[in-house]
């Protein structure tokens, strides 16, 4: 498709329980961001990728957070034990250069943990 | 690292008044810098960029954003504002060089509601 694509769009979940959430980025772009979005909280920062690696994955709030990237286009951020303060909307965006470029974001996936 | 503020977390203004986002940010270096608009129900979309050159940019519906270095703002501002403006608009940068040039920063939102 032409725009970054995430999946599932809705996802309920028990709490304890894992989740994986997945993020197709446009074609051909080498940078690829996850970003928090809750209630009042604004966009916060978890983790982006250059190519397959990490450079820089200090948002990622707990060691119940963990992303991989592969082959340079498909992300899945997986949230393990999941907890009802996991609940928010993830949102995934990719860009095709660093710094001066903008972020193509997709619709995100909204997590409820019940 | 840079910090976003949007000073105004709600502006609500009627449908022809002229209104103003205010976006400040942390750091003096060289930065690109972005709003982006979420509408209800929908992802970020960007409106508008500010990379280099001429200090004020444009958007195609009408906003604008004016760069000032010197006090670090790059504040969006429509002087008459429609109901389909309606949505959260966020600030964001990015550092142009430097080991963060990756990252993208953004504020809190702001929402801001027209009526008519």
């Known amino acids: 498709g032409a725009g970054v694509s995430q999946s599932p769009s809705n996802k309920v979940t028990e709490k304890g329980k894992d989740v994986e959430l997945r993020c197709d980025p446009i074609s051909g772009h080498t940078a690829l961001y996850w970003y928090r979005q809750s209630l009042g909280q604004g966009l916060e920062f978890l983790i982006y990728?250059?190519?397959?690696?990490?450079?820089?994955k200090s948002g990622l709030p707990s060691d119940r957070f963990s992303a991989e990237r592969t082959g340079g286009s498909v992300s899945t951020l997986t949230i393990q034990r999941t907890q009802q303060e996991d609940s928010a909307v993830y949102l995934c965006?990719?860009?095709?250069?660093?710094?001066?470029?903008?972020?193509?974001f997709g619709n995100g996936t909204r997590l409820t943990v019940t | 690292a840079q910090s976003v503020t949007q000073l105004d977390s709600q502006v609500p203004v009627f449908e022809e008044a002229p209104v103003e986002l205010r976006c400040n940010y942390s750091s003096s270096v060289s930065v690109y810098l972005f709003w982006y608009v979420q509408y209800p129900n929908q992802g970020l979309q960007l409106l508008l960029k500010?990379?280099?050159?001429?200090?004020l940019v444009e958007s195609i519906n009408g906003f604008e954003a004016e760069f000032n270095k010197s006090q670090t703002s790059f504040h969006l501002r429509k002087p008459s504002v429609h109901i389909s403006d309606t949505a959260e608009y966020f600030c964001a940068v990015s550092e142009a060089r430097g080991s963060t040039l990756g990252r993208l920063y953004f504020g809190r939102g702001t929402q801001l509601t027209v009526w008519p």
């Open positions: 990728f250059q190519g397959n690696s990490a450079p820089d």
């Open positions: 965006a990719s860009r095709d250069r660093g710094g001066h470029s903008p972020l193509h």
């Open positions: 500010y990379l280099s050159g001429s200090t």
